[in-house]
């Protein structure tokens, strides 16, 4: 539920609640409800993995639809006869989803809602912040350009340096740049907080990066200097 708009809570529980009622749309809610409940005790199960964030519940969420939806039809059906009124509510919850998508962008995958703070509170709660490589954008690739000094040596964390030496293949990083395992002198850091190990936790709570892109003042991506302590960049 920390992904999903706090909007859409109210429908999808209207939605729930009308598969008990005995209308017309009750078989089918009633269905998506089940689907709902399904997919969410079978990935809960010890025996399930978790990890990667919302990709292993992207099942959920077209029936999760479908009950919001459900939802409201019936606000639509309990307001017959006031359909201005309706629309004006209706339009009103659209502009703040599609405000929520806009405001987010390009940052979709770090999105987290109200109930835990946004991405501030979910990084207090210790979730993952980002998924895989979305932040390292043409606008990150162009500072990676500006800061590095010629011929620097780069670890990437998590371990996917095939990702920017295609980058480079396509023109966006210099070529003179080497993207290594280790040692190197800089460290391209992904917020993925469940794969950091003791010495990637030590950099990313006690060095300051040179650049980082934030998200609501939430690093995403940091480059580090790793010749560089705290409090002297």
């Not at 009950?67 to 639509?76: C, F, N, P, R, V």
């Not at 307001?79 to 405000?99: D, H, P, V, Y």
């Not at 609501?216 to 705290?230: E, F, K, S």
Request: hydrophobic letters at 45%.
């Amino acid at each position: 539920g920390a992904t999903l708009p706090v909007l859409i809570f109210p429908f999808f529980g209207l939605g729930a609640w009308a598969a008990f009622r005995g209308r017309k749309v009750s078989a089918v809610g009633l269905y998506c409800l089940v689907q709902v409940l399904f997919l969410l005790v079978l990935f809960s199960s010890p025996r399930s993995p978790k990890y990667d964030g919302v990709r292993l519940f992207l099942t959920v969420f077209p029936w999760i639809a479908g009950l919001s939806g459900i939802g409201m039809a019936w606000i639509q059906s309990w307001w017959k006869g006031r359909q201005i009124m309706f629309t004006l509510a209706f339009s009103a919850i659209i502009f703040l989803l599609a405000r929520g998508a806009v405001v987010t962008h390009p940052h979709e995958f770090s999105y987290y809602n109200s109930l835990v703070g946004g991405i501030a509170g979910a990084k207090k709660h210790g979730f993952e912040l980002s998924y895989w490589w979305d932040v390292a954008n043409p606008e990150f690739c162009e500072n990676l350009n500006r800061i590095l000094p010629p011929n620097a040596t780069v670890r990437v964390h998590p371990l996917c340096s095939d990702n920017f030496q295609y980058y480079q293949s396509l023109g966006y990083i210099r070529k003179d740049i080497s993207f290594v395992s280790e040692p190197a002198r800089f460290l391209v850091l992904m917020a993925r907080q469940g794969t950091f190990d003791p010495w990637v936790w030590d950099v990313y709570n006690r060095k300051q990066p040179v650049y980082s892109i934030d998200f609501d003042g939430v690093p995403l991506i940091m480059l580090y200097d790793l010749t560089i302590n705290r409090g002297e960049v």
